[in-house]
């Protein structure tokens, strides 16, 4: 069975920093990408981060670059996502998705629609 499970989120104060983890079972890890996702009331679903590890690519949306770093263990079949100077603006559920690894590409112009195996999100608030 393909399993995503979330870990990590909870409550900081603006300029902390949470790391999360995403811990897949199932498939073979290194054949997709994972990318991960938030959504926050009102808004709609935002790509934040992808990694295509076998691809060698990297992809942050402009709105973390330089705070969010995506990384991967593949002996642990986990990606992390650490988030530094955090801002009342990150708070939302993230979720990790995987997707094939062709999908990192559609990350700035698509909302995950392209990303078939999704984990159940884990909340991350940051107070002001």
């Known amino acids: 069975e393909v399993h995503l499970v979330e870990s990590g989120g909870g409550l900081v104060q603006a300029g902390g920093s949470l790391r999360l983890s995403c811990a897949a079972s199932?498939?073979?890890?290194?054949?997709?990408?994972i990318g991960w996702f938030r959504q926050a009331p009102g808004k709609e679903r935002e790509g934040v981060s992808c990694?295509?590890?076998?691809?060698?690519?990297?992809y942050y949306a402009d709105s973390v670059k330089g705070r969010f770093t995506i990384s991967s263990d593949n002996a642990k079949n986990t990606v992390y996502l650490q988030m530094n100077s955090l801002k009342p603006e990150d708070t939302a559920v993230y979720y990790c998705?995987?997707?094939?690894?062709?999908?990192?590409?559609?990350?700035?112009?698509?909302?995950?629609?392209?990303?078939?195996?999704w984990g159940q999100g884990t909340q991350v608030t940051v107070s002001s």
């Open positions: 990694t295509s590890s076998r691809d060698g690519r990297i």
């Open positions: 199932g498939f073979t890890f290194d054949d997709y990408a």
């Open positions: 998705a995987a997707g094939p690894r062709w999908a990192i590409a559609t990350m700035s112009s698509s909302s995950g629609e392209y990303f078939g195996f």
